[in-house]
């Protein structure tokens, strides 16, 4: 044998070559460095393919329980750190199907009929991010029972709600952070309904056309917990939209992580002072003594932008491809992976900074009593007592200015002065104008009267149940 049908020897599909592949397009084309970690979801699948091949009589019995126990003896090894990975054999796939071979002779050889790597990886791929959907999943239920227990605490808690980031009105810390339970609620909605197009077989597709042979799609549907099969071959081995929602919806849940993220940094900075997070999430500075830097919520922040780049990445993959399977789709598994690892991450470390955040009560309450946030509840007052709303916020504008010439709120406005404003002015207004008063009057479903914040919880544990 000349050198290079030696070389050749390691390829799958060698005979029709004169010679060999240059060593930069190699390493260039191959994936084994990341697409192992599909291993145990190739081998799953492909226990399943040899069943159905059995099953149909498309190859022996003896080759499927061959086949089965050389797979799992693979699994092993590669469990145990012992599968020497070869990047002559490209890939996942190749990798473990040369060792098969190796081991079991010609049934291993049988194992690829009526397959091909095309419907092969989609396979795998599903099967793994089915699998970090359902972990996804876990995690954010995690999350959202850390943000209850929080938000529980501080159903009565006082701070300032603010809109341009000026103080607004009156809300509760409980219900701040119940805005972002129902954002959480969303993002998970968005993975589960994700997953049902997720969990679609490949298998049977081949390369692109389905296969002569007569296999069983439904019974390697099944067996693999898929809901169904692919309906068409060449859809089934090209499209990775599966890919771009999962990307998608962690993006979204991204963007609301971040923008919880960049709270926490506000609030625990001594500007605010509103929060502390544990010290085990923060690190200092080499230069600066005194700094305790929120370094997780940043890097949320950051990993942000990271995970938008991917979506970016991903469409851009397959917005030219024509149908059907092109080399591209190969780029597809590390912005996937890292996704995935990225968000997971978030999560657990997130459910876990929850858990170590204190309130300063005292500094929130006292910045709502800042920033004349009852002035609308000054408004509605006037409004129920007869005059028009357009009026009544053109009389609270002006006690306004006079308290902020003053330095004083509207609740520290004796009662001679306010009247000044409206003759409709008694002594009752002080109960709207307490920060107390002003909560407990938004008693609707979604207000912020603590009662209110208090039975969103009991539903929000009741969803979780
Ligand atoms: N490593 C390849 C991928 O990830 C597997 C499929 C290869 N198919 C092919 N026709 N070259 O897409």
Not at 44 to 60: D, E, F, K, V
Not at 211 to 217: A, L, M
Not at 360 to 372: H, I, V
Request: charged content about 25%.
């Amino acid at each position: 044998m000349s050198e290079n049908s030696l070389n050749k020897k390691a390829e799958s599909w060698s005979g029709r070559f004169s010679e060999p592949v240059a060593e930069l397009v190699k390493q260039y084309t191959a994936s084994v460095s990341f697409d192992k970690r599909l291993a145990e979801f190739d081998i799953t699948g492909s226990i399943a393919h040899a069943r159905m091949l059995g099953a149909q009589g498309i190859i022996a019995q003896t080759d499927v329980i061959t086949i089965e126990s050389g797979l799992g003896e693979i699994l092993d090894e590669i469990n145990a750190g012992q599968f020497e990975w070869l990047l002559d054999l490209e890939d996942v796939h190749l990798n473990i199907e040369k060792r098969l071979t190796d081991k079991i002779g010609d049934a291993g050889k049988r194992l690829h009929t009526g397959r091909s790597r095309n419907d092969q990886v989609a396979t795998d791929v599903r099967l793994w991010l089915r699998a970090t959907t359902d972990d996804v999943l876990a995690s954010i239920k995690s999350l959202q029972i850390s943000l209850l227990d929080l938000a529980e605490q501080h159903a009565e808690t006082i701070m300032p709600g603010f809109t341009h980031l000026q103080v607004a009105q009156p809300v509760t810390f409980g219900h701040h952070l119940m805005a972002y339970f129902e954002m959480l609620k969303r993002d998970a909605e968005r993975f589960a309904d994700c997953r049902k197009r997720i969990n679609r077989l490949p298998l049977g597709a081949a390369a692109l056309a389905g296969t002569s042979y007569p296999i069983n799609r439904e019974m390697v549907a099944k067996s693999l917990g898929f809901d169904g099969v692919c309906e068409n071959s060449l859809d089934a081995v090209s499209d990775r939209d599966f890919s771009i929602e999962f990307t998608a919806a962690a993006s979204v849940m991204m963007m609301h992580l971040s923008r919880f993220s960049e709270e926490l940094i506000l609030w625990s900075s001594p500007r605010f002072a509103f929060i502390d997070i544990a010290d085990r999430f923060c690190t200092g500075s080499s230069i600066m003594p005194q700094k305790k830097n929120p370094d997780v919520p940043e890097l949320v922040r950051g990993k942000t932008g990271r995970v938008y780049g991917h979506l970016v990445g991903l469409l851009t993959l397959m917005k030219g491809q024509p149908l059907a399977y092109n080399k591209d789709n190969q780029e597809d598994k590390e912005p996937l992976f890292d996704t995935a690892d990225t968000l997971l991450m978030t999560l657990k470390i997130y459910a876990d900074m929850l858990r170590g955040i204190s309130v300063n009560k005292a500094n929130m309450r006292q910045a709502a009593l800042e920033g004349f946030a009852t002035a609308t509840d000054l408004a509605d007052y006037l409004v129920k007592k007869g005059i028009p709303f357009r009026d009544a916020h053109e009389v609270v504008a002006l006690a306004v200015k006079h308290g902020v010439q003053q330095g004083c709120d509207l609740a520290d406005l004796p009662l001679i002065e306010l009247q000044k404003f409206s003759p409709m002015i008694s002594d009752d207004v002080y109960q709207v104008l307490t920060l107390e008063g002003s909560l407990a009057s938004r008693d609707h479903v979604g207000g912020t009267a603590p009662t209110q914040v208090k039975q969103s919880i009991v539903r929000a544990r009741k969803l979780l149940s």
